[in-house]
């Protein structure tokens, strides 16, 4: 999966504020800490839980690898990777979830009127943000060509035999933008299913959490404050996060520099180009970590304005941290969705 947002862009840190306090009746309650790789970058599961099923690693591992089989780019031998080398323009049968997490990316790019369009990985690959970036910036006539083939209307989906089909050769499907949501929520339901109550689930910076901590305070989760020399700190904001999720997309870290001019990782499905607007990151609450990782990448293409404008106008839970008038002085402000302060209106 590409490092397009979170690590490389922005890092929720995974903080614990203050002792953890074990009251007799949770004395046998112990914290696990499970972390590993995927998807080009890490993930992080806790919970507390009076017995351990050591197998329970190795089944989070599997259903990653599952889960990066059917949508990375990447992946050579994967179910989307297939897909995009497959020039024909008949139906293809794809599994339940490459279908699902494609189907919602459609779906809000319709919404979106194209601001946000899954089919933009010819245009990030020309630009150097793909699997094999050269990061330069490419001659006009190859953007116009590229933009030929970039459309969410240029694919077709059929619910009933769950199918996908290409209206013109040459469409690229790229996932990135929610497929590490859509794993934090599959691995979420897998703790569900084993009978866990009390968790936090985190790859790459997306996160969701479940139930509290020990001391039955919330999970504690910070949005790292935009600096492209600094991982992990300062934070901009720490949220309390209660059975919900919380996905970043910035642009601050993942660019390359050409011409005296900064161009960032997130293209505008439209020009064919980096966008140029202030907005440094945005956060996103959903119940669905793979919604909010979408609607952050979304809200991320519009920029300050037009973000907050749609994320106010759909009732979307979203902090915009942006320049006010240029970037290169990093002094940033804030605006958040009435919807994000009635989130966190207990913390007022």
């Not at 590409?2 to 009746?25: D, E």
Request: aromatic share 10%; with cysteine.
């Amino acid at each position: 999966m590409r490092m397009s947002k979170s690590y490389l862009s922005i890092m929720k840190a995974l903080v614990f504020l203050g002792p953890l306090l074990f009251f007799s009746c949770q004395s046998s309650e112990k914290l696990v800490h499970l972390k590993g790789r995927t998807m080009g970058t890490h993930y992080n599961v806790k919970f507390f839980s009076a017995e351990y099923d050591e197998a329970l690693k190795e089944d989070i591992d599997a259903l990653l690898v599952s889960i990066n089989q059917q949508m990375s780019t990447y992946v050579k031998s994967s179910e989307i990777s297939y897909f995009n080398e497959f020039n024909r323009l008949g139906w293809l049968k794809i599994s339940p979830e490459f279908f699902q997490v494609t189907k919602y990316a459609l779906e809000l790019a319709q919404k979106t009127q194209g601001k946000y369009d899954p089919t933009i990985g010819p245009l990030v690959n020309l630009w150097g943000f793909g699997p094999k970036g050269d990061r330069k910036i490419p001659k006009p006539e190859k953007v116009k060509k590229a933009l030929m083939i970039v459309g969410h209307d240029k694919l077709l989906m059929n619910d009933k035999n769950l199918e996908i089909k290409k209206k013109v050769p040459g469409v690229y499907l790229d996932l990135s933008s929610l497929a590490k949501g859509y794993g934090v929520d599959a691995v979420a339901e897998a703790l569900r299913k084993k009978g866990i109550k009390n968790f936090m689930v985190e790859i790459g910076g997306e996160v969701r959490t479940a139930g509290h901590k020990a001391d039955h305070s919330p999970w504690a989760i910070a949005i790292e404050a935009p600096n492209p020399e600094v991982n992990g700190g300062p934070y901009q904001k720490i949220l309390k996060l209660k059975n919900t999720a919380l996905a970043t997309s910035g642009n601050y870290r993942n660019f390359f520099e050409s011409e005296s001019k900064r161009f960032s990782h997130t293209i505008d499905p439209k020009t064919g180009r980096p966008v140029m607007h202030t907005l440094a990151s945005v956060s996103v609450v959903d119940e669905s970590c793979m919604k909010a990782d979408a609607l952050a990448t979304a809200l991320m293409a519009m920029g300050p304005d037009e973000g907050y404008t749609f994320a106010s106008q759909n009732k979307i839970a979203a902090y915009f941290v942006y320049g006010e008038d240029s970037q290169s002085d990093r002094k940033f402000v804030t605006k958040e969705t009435d919807e994000f302060t009635k989130a966190f209106k207990d913390e007022l």
